[in-house]
């Protein structure tokens, strides 16, 4: 049984429209993540965050946005959507360093 | 930079066989080393993780890692598999501290298992 939960699960957009990409945990984890992957490709960072009003950039350089006003939500926006946004985007959380990341099932958008 | 080396692009493996899938990585300090599975369209799931201690760790679904500085690697394996086990796996190194800077996974380019009859 998932505690983090993403949606939609499948995303078909137009380009130039505005998207944001759902993601909740009930663990209560102060610590949450965005991941990025591409088709057959590894994952990377892109936003992370270490609890309420924090949020940061990851190792790879999006132009997705993120916020982080409650604890159990971490909402990643899209202002324009391009075609290049195509991707799988992947949430994950954990309570402290000395624990595994838990991941959410993703959301594959598609920019047309 | 921390790094992670999957060598292996796909594995084939038959029902029944044995399982390695090497991981390789590069981190400064101790790293906290992760191993994930992937099934099409689905999020990760957790395998196994090593922290600290033994560095034999068991793993969900029969799946084993061993942790070998000396060699910078944490190979998964497995003593036989299943026609289910044919998935995408990734192995990822995480930071050991919780300082400042991102903590996030640096993951590796993943093997694709595939499973023949």
């Known amino acids: 049984e998932a505690d983090i939960y993403q949606t939609p699960r499948y995303l078909v957009i137009g380009t130039g429209k505005k998207i944001t990409l759902e993601c909740s945990q009930t663990m209560g984890h102060d610590k949450m993540y965005w991941y990025q992957q591409d088709p057959g490709m590894e994952l990377h960072l892109i936003h992370y965050s270490y609890g309420v009003n924090s949020t940061e950039k990851g190792d790879l350089s999006s132009e997705s946005t993120v916020s982080r006003i409650r604890t159990e939500h971490f909402p990643l926006t899209l202002e324009s959507a391009r075609p290049s946004h195509t991707s799988q985007y992947l949430c994950a959380s954990r309570r402290d360093s000395n624990y595994g990341y838990t991941f959410g099932s993703g959301t594959r958008l598609t920019v047309v | 930079a921390q790094s992670v080396t999957q060598p292996d692009i796909h594995i084939t493996v038959s029902e029944g066989a044995s399982l390695e899938l090497r991981c390789n990585y590069s981190?400064?300090?101790?790293?906290?080393l992760f191993w994930y599975v992937q099934s099409p369209g689905q999020g990760l799931q957790l395998l196994l993780k090593y922290f600290s201690g033994d560095t034999l760790v068991q793993g969900i679904k029969g799946f084993e890692a061993e942790f070998k500085r000396s060699q910078s690697s944490f190979n998964l394996r497995k003593p036989s598999v299943h026609w289910s086990d044919a998935a995408e796996y990734f192995c990822a190194v995480g930071a050991s501290y919780s300082g400042g800077g991102a903590d996030g996974l640096t993951f590796g380019k993943g093997t694709h298992l595939i499973i023949q009859p």
């Open positions: 981190y400064g300090a101790t790293p906290y």
